[in-house]
Each structure stands twice: as structure tokens, then as C-alpha cells.
């Protein structure tokens, strides 16, 4: 015998266009109704039960891959990239900096390299850059994005962006709209790849960083400072960026996160099984339809 339970739930978290279908789940879906006037969101649940108290309901499973290591992983996703291209030559893709793509680019390179691929349609916008940076400056993302994808993989330089480390303070303002509206006149991103940082921050939206941030200079958090004084001389390392902001990463049409080591394991597990909290930047992902976790065993250890 089965019975059928709805329940309203308030959601203040929660931006989705009135009637939009959220996640389709394994055992009920959920909708957005609407929009109070003071910013509340109501959804409702519903689903079919078994008898018995009808709350809580259960949620949609996180789509998630587990991956023995950091290359099978980066290559499953290189793969499925070079099939949407090959089927969609001027995809639309966000993409990420930092030492989790360096695997995935590398096999792009490769695809590129065998002939099976042509990335030169492919239109591109990256997360984030420090600001301020010089685009020829060997820690720049421009430089990084140059070096690990771009150039090998025979990208148009015409159709990548990022956003400029050297604009001046009084044009930051006009170039992050400007940056917006090249990801609106693309038709938005369709495959955004992510990874996250160790305090769950998404580009550079650092925990705090509100869920409906557009791209904007923002400050980086001290440990974000720490992880790159590496590269930099410490006293050098950027404390500013320009990034993408949540609503921006958010709009995506299908998010892909990758993420790899013991080190990323807390953030994977608190994005991905935590509260939904600005307080973890990556934990905002759960609240969208279509997100892909693709992680190595150490990166998943931490997950229920
Ligand atoms: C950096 C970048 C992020 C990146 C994250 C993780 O600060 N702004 O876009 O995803 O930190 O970096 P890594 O892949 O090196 O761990």
C-alpha cells in the first residue's frame, strides 16, 4: 500500500524560477512555486510513500563518479567533452585553473594531438583571474590556460575568455558586466567545470560570498593566499580576483566538479552531504539540477 505525501517547505536559499523542476530524484521530485516579496522561496515536495509520517522526504542522490585516481577521472571527463563537441562543435564551456584540471587539459591536448577532436569552435569562459595581473605574467590564469589548453589543443584565441588582471580599478565595474553579457550573448555555459578549494570556495567566491553573485573583484581568503604563496613570492601573492560569481557558476546548464586528494575530501563531503550554507560555497551546487561530482577514492573518503 502506498500513500502520496506533499508537504510546502519554506527555503530561503533556495533562487529557481517559479514552476522550474529542480531535481528529478529516484524517489520524488521537488518545484518552485514562487517568490515571496520579502525574498522567501517556497517549494513543494511530493512524492509517493510508504505509509506513515510523511516528513522528512528523502532527497535526490548526488550524481556522483568515484574514480581510483585523479587521471581515470580527468580522462572519463575529456572523453565526454570531446563527444559533445564532436556532436556540438561551438559548445559553450566554463573552465577552471589550478592543479585539479591539469590532468583533464592534458587530455584534451591529446584528443586534439590524435585528430580527434577540433576545439577551434569551442567558445570558452574561465572562472577567474588575480587581479591585479599582467596576462603574460607566468602565475597568471591566462598563462596557465595558454599553456595547459589553449595553445596545444589548438583553441581560437578569439573565442576563449577570461577576465582581464590588468583592467583599471575605475573599468572593473563595466568589465565584469561586459564579461556577463559574453556569457549571455553565448547562449550561456553549457558545461561548466569546476573544482572547488579547500574551504569549499568556488573560482574565488570565498565562503560568505552570496549565492546570487555576479562576476565581480572580490578578496581572497587567507588560506586561498597561503595555498598560492607557493608560487609566488609570499609577499606577492594577488589578495584580490576577479571571478565568475555563484548565480553566474549557478546559470550553468550542467556543472561538472572535479576533485582529487585527502585534502579536498572534507570540502567534497561538506558540498556535498553538509547544509546547504553560503558558509561552504560548494554546498550551493546541491541546490542545482544538474551537477556531476567526478572524484578519486581519496578526494570521496569522507562521504557517508
Ligand atoms: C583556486 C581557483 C579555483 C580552484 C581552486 C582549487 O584558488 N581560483 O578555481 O578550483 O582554487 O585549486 P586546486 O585545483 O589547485 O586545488
Not at 519554506?10 to 529516484?26: I, V
Not at 512555486?33 to 509520517?53: D, E, Q, T, Y
Not at 574565488?204 to 608560487?231: I, K, Q
Request: with cysteine.
Amino acid at each position: 500500500m502506498v500513500g502520496v505525501g506533499a508537504r510546502l517547505q519554506y527555503d530561503p536559499r533556495l533562487d529557481a524560477a517559479p514552476g522550474q523542476k529542480l531535481d528529478p530524484g529516484r524517489q520524488g521530485f521537488r518545484i518552485a512555486l514562487g517568490k515571496h516579496r520579502l525574498g522567501w522561496r517556497f517549494l513543494v515536495h511530493a512524492s509517493i510513500l510508504p505509509p506513515g509520517p510523511l516528513l522528512p522526504l528523502p532527497m535526490p542522490a548526488p550524481s556522483l563518479e568515484v574514480h581510483p585516481d585523479a587521471r581515470t577521472a580527468s580522462r572519463v571527463l575529456a572523453e565526454q567533452l570531446v563527444a559533445r563537441v564532436q556532436a556540438e562543435p561551438e559548445l559553450v564551456l566554463g573552465l577552471p585553473t589550478g592543479g585539479t584540471p591539469i590532468e583533464l587539459y592534458a587530455a584534451m591536448v591529446e584528443a586534439h594531438q590524435e585528430g580527434r577532436v577540433d576545439w577551434s569552435q569551442v567558445r570558452s569562459f574561465n572562472l577567474d583571474e588575480y587581479w591585479p595581473m599582467a596576462p603574460a605574467h607566468p602565475q597568471s590564469f591566462a598563462h596557465f590556460m595558454r599553456e595547459q589548453l589553449f595553445e596545444p589543443a589548438g583553441f581560437d584565441p578569439t573565442r576563449t575568455h577570461i577576465p582581464s588582471g590588468e583592467v583599471a580599478p575605475e573599468s572593473i565595474a563595466l568589465h565584469c558586466a561586459a564579461y556577463e553579457t559574453a556569457i549571455r550573448a553565448a547562449g550561456g555555459i553549457a558545461v561548466q567545470v569546476l573544482g572547488i578549494g579547500l574551504n569549499g570556495h568556488l573560482g574565488f567566491n570565498e565562503p560568505g560570498a552570496p549565492r546570487d553573485g555576479r562576476t565581480d573583484l572580490v578578496d581572497l581568503a587567507p588560506s586561498t593566499r597561503e595555498r598560492a604563496a607557493a608560487a609566488f613570492a609570499p609577499e606577492k601573492v594577488p589578495a584580490r580576483g576577479i571571478t565568475m560569481g555563484l548565480g553566474t557558476i549557478l546559470e550553468a546548464k550542467q556543472i561538472v566538479v572535479l576533485a582529487f586528494g585527502t585534502e579536498k575530501a572534507e570540502a567534497v563531503a561538506r558540498s556535498i552531504q553538509g547544509p546547504v550554507d553560503e558558509a561552504c560555497p560548494g554546498s550551493l551546487l546541491q541546490e542545482h539540477a544538474q551537477v556531476h561530482w567526478l572524484l578519486d577514492e581519496a578526494a570521496a573518503s569522507q562521504l557517508r
